[in-house]
């Protein structure tokens, strides 16, 4: 992900108004790699900034989503993720019990969907979901979970164009 001056730099340049609001929010994700939530993000920043919005918040993630600075995951977990790692093609690791979310780098050039399985879609890529218990979780007792957090499923793989 972009430093802070370069996201400001990008918002000028892309027309877009630079508001310390915004600003606080640059240097909130930075160097987050826990695919926050925007509730998340907003926690972080009002630390710093007391009355930042939610709204702000939401409105700016959606922006840098839009401006492919990062990416906004679906992943199951109740809640939009927001991705700041969208420099390489990577897959997620999702904690069943918690939420969790991180990056895997694994190898899965030879996905592909199975010749007339296709139902007519024109597929661009593929992302493999995997979900398990993260290493945290498995220390706790089973089925103990985080206040307000945890969704249970299988892997998957979606894709995506």
């Not at 945290?136 to 979970?145: A, F, H, S």
């Given at each position: 992900m972009k430093s802070p001056d370069e996201l400001t730099a990008l918002f000028r340049a892309a027309g877009r108004k630079v508001t310390a609001q915004r600003q606080c929010i640059?240097?909130?994700?930075?160097?987050?790699?826990?695919h926050p939530t925007a509730e998340l993000v907003h926690a972080k920043a009002s630390a710093e900034m007391?009355?930042?919005?939610l709204k702000t918040v939401?409105?700016?993630?959606?922006?840098?989503?839009a401006l492919g600075e990062i990416a906004a995951l679906d992943l199951g977990t109740g809640t939009t993720r927001f991705d700041p790692n969208v420099e390489g093609r990577h897959h997620h690791?999702?904690?069943r019990q918690c939420g969790k979310v991180r990056d895997l780098h694994a190898?899965?050039?030879t996905l592909s969907v199975p010749p007339g399985a296709e139902e007519g879609y024109e597929v661009g890529e593929a992302?493999?979901?995997?979900r398990g218990r993260c290493a945290?979780?498995?220390?706790?007792?089973?089925?103990?979970?985080r206040a307000g957090t945890g969704r249970t499923g299988?892997?998957?793989v979606a894709a995506r164009s």
């Open positions: 640059f240097r909130a994700l930075q160097g987050d790699v826990t007391e009355t930042i919005s939401y409105q700016t993630l959606h922006e840098l989503a690791l999702v904690c190898d899965f050039s992302e493999v979901v995997f945290e979780c498995r220390r706790r007792r089973p089925g103990t979970r299988a892997g998957r």
